[in-house]
């Protein structure tokens, strides 16, 4: 099993920034992709920002070049910068990982985070 816990959401007017953290324990071993979701009222969950099982990053083309995923390997951690912020980025954001491979997640090795609030609001 493999245990997610973000941080880091919180209310913060447009134009500010925001940086979200996604802890991972368990047997990380067992997953090779991680990356962020979010999911607004009313609306489908969407990718946002994720490495794939190859390494490369992969963004929403609505947060490309404000958005900005990190990972630190030793700790455990995916990061999420959130520069530029606007109002239609207010959702919930959820950390996912899993393990991938050419035809994407592998049935039983996937896993989420219970979600972290992002507002962003005047």
């Known amino acids: 099993q493999v245990q997610l816990v973000e941080s880091g959401g919180g209310l913060v007017q447009p134009g500010g920034s925001l940086r979200l953290s996604c802890a991972a324990s368990g047997r990380t071993d067992s997953v090779n992709a991680m990356g962020w979701y979010r999911q607004a009222p009313g609306k489908e969950r969407e990718l946002v920002a994720a490495f794939t099982h190859s390494g490369r990053a992969n963004y929403a083309d609505s947060v490309k070049g404000r958005f900005t995923i990190s990972r630190d390997k030793a700790k455990n951690t995916v990061d999420l910068q959130m520069n530029s912020l606007k109002p239609e980025d207010t959702a919930v954001y959820l950390c996912?990982?899993?393990?991938?491979?050419?035809?994407?997640?592998?049935?039983?090795?996937?896993?989420w985070g219970k979600g972290t609030l992002v507002t962003v609001s005047s």
């Open positions: 996912n990982a899993n393990w991938a491979g050419p035809f994407g997640k592998v049935a039983g090795t996937d896993y």
